[in-house]
């Protein structure tokens, strides 16, 4: 089925550890997004890429970064994980940043630092 | 930051009834869009509306758009128990750097069967 693709779906790391969120996308869509829900806190950007071979900082980027390794895969890098980066992790893309059309997410991560 | 936010956080209602939920934003838009997310999954993008429109149908939804409030509703007819989920409301930014979607916090729907 076309959409977004997320692995792994739950993970849990220590303080200090690191770990690559991936995400692929088949709908041949040029930009992506990666963003995170907390509770009580709705969605927040964390970074995204316009198209590939761009990267741009969200709302939240501290602690994380990414790579737009091709057009489909966009991938998101915890390199000493906080537990306040405990949350659940969306990646999502569309036709292109200023296109007229909705997002597509997946499925999420879970991730749980301890 | 967030720019939109929905009221209420949280509605319940009967299977059948009608449920309205509305969405505020701060700043100019390009479009704002609703998205459903059912219980651990991802968002679902249901339906958008332009600025320059004020209202659009998608079977059951009926979404609204008043720019000179900044507001929007969305209402969802004759709910079903599979309607249970938190909706919502993406705001687009209509110059600038402001292309990327912002989201509200979310309504919890629970349609009691």
């Known amino acids: 089925n076309a959409g977004v693709t997320q692995t792994p779906k739950f993970q849990v790391l220590k303080t200090g550890q690191s770990m690559t969120l991936q995400c692929a996308q088949d709908?041949?869509?040029?930009?992506m997004y990666w963003y995170r829900q907390d509770p009580g806190m709705g969605l927040r950007l964390i970074y995204y890429?316009?198209?590939?071979?761009?990267?741009d900082k969200g709302e939240v980027p501290n602690g994380y970064n990414v790579s737009r390794l091709n057009k489909r895969e966009f991938s998101l890098r915890l390199e000493s994980a906080a537990p306040s980066q405990t949350s659940v992790y969306f990646c999502?893309?569309?036709?292109?940043?200023?296109?007229?059309?909705?997002?597509?997410f997946g499925s999420g991560t879970r991730l749980t630092v301890v | 930051s967030q720019q939109g936010e929905e009221d209420p956080q949280a509605l319940s209602i009967q299977e059948g009834e009608n449920a309205t939920m509305n969405c505020s934003y701060k700043?100019?838009?390009?479009?704002l869009q609703w998205y459903r997310q059912n219980s651990g999954r991802g968002l679902v993008h249901l339906i958008l509306?332009?600025?320059?429109?004020r209202e659009k149908h998608s079977g059951r939804l009926r979404v609204t758009l008043d720019t000179s409030k900044k507001s929007s509703s969305l209402l969802i007819t004759a709910s079903r128990a599979a309607d249970t989920a938190s909706y919502f409301c993406?705001?687009?930014?209509?110059?600038?750097?402001?292309?990327?979607?912002?989201f509200g916090k979310g309504t919890l729907l629970t349609v009691n069967p």
């Open positions: 999502a893309s569309s036709e292109g940043l200023r296109a007229q059309s909705g997002y597509t």
């Open positions: 709908m041949n869509h040029n930009s």
């Open positions: 890429s316009a198209s590939e071979g761009t990267t």
């Open positions: 700043t100019s838009i390009n479009n």
């Open positions: 509306i332009r600025s320059n429109e």
């Open positions: 993406a705001t687009r930014g209509s110059g600038g750097s402001n292309y990327k979607l912002t």
